[in-house]
């Protein structure tokens, strides 16, 4: 099966992030290209108060400090894990300080350090039961991409359902279902503050749909459905920051400088769904033309 580069990841030239010491290699991984921004480490920045960014370039992860211990949301690659470790003691994180890790989706590019992750910190893993299967699994069988982006798998060790609240010290993350990109794609949202003033931060997950078949799909044959529940409900999330797993989907330009995003989260799912339809359209125009 052919693989959209936007979903690839190169596992024989990731010199800028280095292999965990204590994560195998997976026999059936194959290589991949992949963006060097994915693999562009950049400085911990500060997103609010309690809310950092300690992800790469081009894949997002974020730190959130509590009075109770830390939460990471997403990770990136799996060759991340010990950059993302450096970045949380840089913050003042102790391995055993990180209590919680979600996550976005089940793909190689965002849940890949997982396992790493949670084994070097003993973090529970908080997802839904669609992605706890994917995640098990490392990747294998994926919906549509087979066994073409394989990680080291993770146990889940909380489910929670759409719209459920995990608390940790003062700060409630609630979880929204945005389904698409995958079946299992989660959002999360919290209140934070800069300035004095509370910050509502939504962490929405792809909305893409990346050389997808989404007409006739047997594997997930209402796809379609899928992603217009994401779309709906993306734009209705309490969105003061946009964040989302590949930044610069969202607007963000991050390196040597930082550019925020000053996208809404309706401006992102309405972007999102006029791509989505002119590749549907393309899609079924294509399929009539064959008849």
């Known amino acids: 099966m052919r693989l959209h580069a936007a979903l690839c990841v190169s596992l024989t030239a990731l010199s800028a992030l280095p292999l965990h010491a204590a994560e195998p290699l997976l ?128 146990h889940a060790d909380r489910i929670v359902m759409d719209g459920e609240v995990v608390e940790l010290g003062g700060v409630a993350f609630t979880a929204h279902f945005t389904p698409g990109h995958t079946p299992g794609s989660l959002s999360w949202t919290w209140t934070d503050a800069k300035a004095g003033k509370p910050l509502r931060i939504a962490y929405v997950d792809s909305l893409s749909a990346p050389g997808y078949k989404l007409v006739g799909n047997p594997r997930q044959p209402r796809i379609v459905d899928d992603y217009r529940r994401a779309f709906a409900e993306v734009r209705t999330l309490p969105c003061d920051l946009l964040l989302t797993p590949h930044p610069d989907a969202s607007g963000w330009k991050l390196g040597e400088s930082i550019t925020p995003t000053t996208l809404t989260c309706r401006a992102y799912a309405d972007r999102a769904e006029r791509a989505f339809d002119k590749t549907l359209k393309e899609q079924q125009a294509a399929i009539k033309g064959t008849r």
Do not use: C
């Not at 994915?38 to 509590?66: C, E």
């Open 27 to 154: 026999p059936q991984a194959q290589a991949y290209e992949s963006s060097d921004a994915w693999r562009q480490p950049i400085a911990p920045f500060a997103l609010a108060d309690r809310s950092w960014y300690i992800g790469t370039a081009g894949l997002s992860a974020v730190l959130v400090k509590t009075d109770a211990g830390a939460v990471l949301i997403d990770g990136g690659l799996p060759q991340a894990a010990d950059m993302l470790l450096a970045h949380m003691r840089t913050l003042g994180v102790a391995p055993s300080d990180l209590k919680l890790i979600l996550h976005s989706h089940a793909h190689i590019d965002h849940a890949g350090p997982i396992a790493a992750i949670k084994r070097a910190t003993g973090a529970r893993v908080v997802t839904n039961a669609e992605s706890a299967v994917l995640l098990e699994r490392g990747g294998f069988d994926d919906l549509h991409f087979g066994d073409g982006m394989v990680f080291p798998p993770a």
